[in-house]
């Protein structure tokens, strides 16, 4: 994330370069302003007075011939303003009177504060240090889960991550209003210090453009970039969690070279189980009906007991969802009638509906329907955790909280790099890797990974490494990786 982050930052750093550049306004100061700035709010501060800007107040004072008045004004000399502006008097250019040319200098003067970067970026500082957020709801006769922000206010630098991703969302959804605010009249007053002279004669028409400055264009701009500030350091702190969830699922400890049966638990629609051999290799499939509204338990129970002698079972694996609970019942009941060693472990099932309906799943299993694979791949999470939950979208695994109000690019960068590395922590075994797994492997891409298992088909076991370079588009490069 941080190294992507910093590539934007430098690209950018050379559009504004580049823009300013053909404008014919591109200083040494600029340019080393533009080198040294550190974070990208830094850098679009320094290029907000150089940006072609739509037709604003100040434009149209300019094109009245007014800056040259803005700029006499903010000298502060002590001479008479409106004397100053009569000389600006010029109905040709629609200027009727010195009120009105005052009017013009000071939308100038104040567009001109607000574009100062130093101006900026103390007050982004000051907003982080002093500035509060506020909270209301837009209907409070309207119930919903966000009540707790009803009328809520709090510093910015106390809140909590996922109270940025709660209040965002509740806003999204229109149930709040959110703001963000100065108390007191601290980001008027900062504004003010930079534009007038400490000279005992203060210019009463520079002061109202500075406040002006900050009331109508400063503070809603600055107030969305903290609000954006806000959210990125939320959802980072959430990709973090999920990345660090997601990694502690990978890395379960396999449990090798034993027979499980896959139990994916329903009520309506009965309990789908998969027989799955040491290799992952699906061996027999079944569907029983113990719980309601059938409740044949002992004609599962019979079922359970065939298939258990048929194939040597000693492990079950079974999913936590609806109906999970009554399942692990039947088990116990089943495991006390047994006159052999039987255990059970229940396993986070979540996405396992998702890979059944994948594509990838109908390539796998062509002949089984949803139930049967999502059973198959119960039973292989706990043979190979990181071999069977590379095969799902890692969002849809269920680790993590937010995930859909966050910037999906960002999160999908950061989950498969968690993959990645896990993959690339443990290896993968070359004669039982699935297509899926291998493409984690640093230098190994879709094709090659699927040209991999192709070539293991025909050609049977890998007994060396050499042998990948007879996989096509294998080539040295990858190879060397």
């Not at 007075?49 to 011939?65: C, D, M, N, Y």
């Not at 973090?240 to 990978?250: D, P, S």
Request: some cysteine.
């Amino acid at each position: 994330g941080r190294l992507t982050y910093l590539r934007n930052l430098q690209q950018r750093r050379e559009e504004v370069k580049r823009s300013i550049e053909n404008q014919g306004k591109l200083t040494d100061e600029l340019t080393e302003a533009i080198d040294n700035a550190v974070t990208l709010a830094e850098l679009e501060d320094i290029y907000r007075p150089f940006k072609v800007k739509r037709r604003t107040r100040a434009t149209i004072a300019r094109e009245k011939g007014l800056a040259e008045l803005a700029q006499r004004l903010l000298e502060q000399d002590g001479s008479d303003p409106f004397i100053l502006a009569a000389s600006f008097v010029d109905p040709d250019k629609g200027v009727h009177s010195p009120e009105e040319a005052i009017a013009g200098a000071s939308d100038i003067l104040a567009e001109e504060l607000s574009d100062n970067a130093d101006i900026r970026k103390e007050l982004r500082k000051l907003f982080m240090k002093k500035g509060v957020l506020i909270c209301k709801a837009s209907d409070v006769e309207n119930d919903s889960v966000y009540r707790l922000y009803y009328d809520y206010t709090a510093p910015i630098h106390r809140l909590m991550d996922h109270q940025v991703m709660a209040m965002n969302r509740g806003e999204k959804e229109g149930f709040l209003k959110i703001g963000v605010t100065l108390p007191g009249n601290e980001g008027a007053a900062l504004v003010c210090r930079y534009a007038l002279k400490p000279i005992k004669r203060v210019c009463p028409i520079v002061k109202a453009a500075a406040e002006d400055a900050y009331d109508r264009l400063i503070l809603p701009s600055v107030s969305r970039e903290i609000r954006n500030e806000l959210t990125e350091k939320a959802e980072d702190g959430a990709i973090a969690v999920f990345g660090k969830n997601l990694e502690q699922l990978l890395m379960q400890p396999p449990i090798a070279g034993k027979v499980v049966l896959g139990w994916d638990p329903a009520f309506r629609t009965g309990c789908k189980l998969a027989v799955v051999d040491s290799t992952g290799k699906v061996l027999d499939t079944k569907v029983i009906y113990p719980t309601a509204p059938q409740n044949k338990v002992d004609e599962a129970k019979a079922e359970l007991k065939k298939l258990i002698k048929k194939y040597d079972i000693s492990l079950i694996s079974v999913g936590n969802g609806t109906a999970s609970r009554e399942s692990e019942q039947v088990i116990v009941d089943l495991i006390k009638e047994l006159d052999r060693p039987m255990q059970y472990v229940i396993v986070n099932e979540a996405g396992a509906s998702v890979y059944s309906a994948s594509k990838l799943a109908t390539e796998e299993f062509p002949n089984f329907d949803v139930g049967q694979r999502s059973a198959a791949s119960i039973a292989r999470r706990l043979q190979d955790p990181l071999a069977e939950l590379v095969k799902i979208d890692p969002k849809s695994i269920g680790v993590g909280q937010y995930q859909h109000d966050m910037n999906q690019k960002k999160l999908s960068e950061a989950l498969t790099g968690v993959v990645e590395d896990s993959v690339n922590k443990v290896g993968v075994d070359l004669n039982t890797a699935s297509a899926p797994l291998m493409e984690y492997i640093s230098g190994i891409n879709k094709t090659i990974a699927k040209n991999i298992v192709e070539y293991r088909e025909t050609n049977g076991r890998f007994t060396e490494r050499k042998q990948l370079l007879k996989v096509p588009k294998l080539g040295p490069k990858a190879y060397q990786q």
